[in-house]
């Protein structure tokens, strides 16, 4: 390359399909986990309520409070 030129890279921003309220919890975690979406946006966006943390790798569905906090959500 020479100065002044530049590279674009165009991807795909992931916009999902369905209702997120149904993705399957254990999913949105291997996100989290691998960076994709916060754990602040898996509980917003998802529904799914995390424990643990990212940094020391232990992570985990609380899956009683998913299951509540998605019933809120839907209400």
């Not at 993705?23 to 986990?33: E, G, T």
């Not at 509980?43 to 992570?59: I, Q």
Request: charged letters at 30%; a negative charge; hydrophobic letters at 35%.
């Amino acid at each position: 390359m020479r100065a002044g030129e530049r590279i674009m890279f165009n991807y795909g921003g992931g916009g999902g399909w369905g209702d997120p309220l149904e993705r399957d919890p254990q999913a949105v975690l291997d996100d989290v986990i691998d960076e994709y979406v916060s754990v602040e946006g898996a509980r917003r966006d998802y529904g799914v309520v995390l424990t643990g943390s990212l940094d020391e790798l232990t992570l985990a569905v609380d899956d009683a409070a998913t299951t509540s906090l998605r019933s809120e959500l839907r209400a």
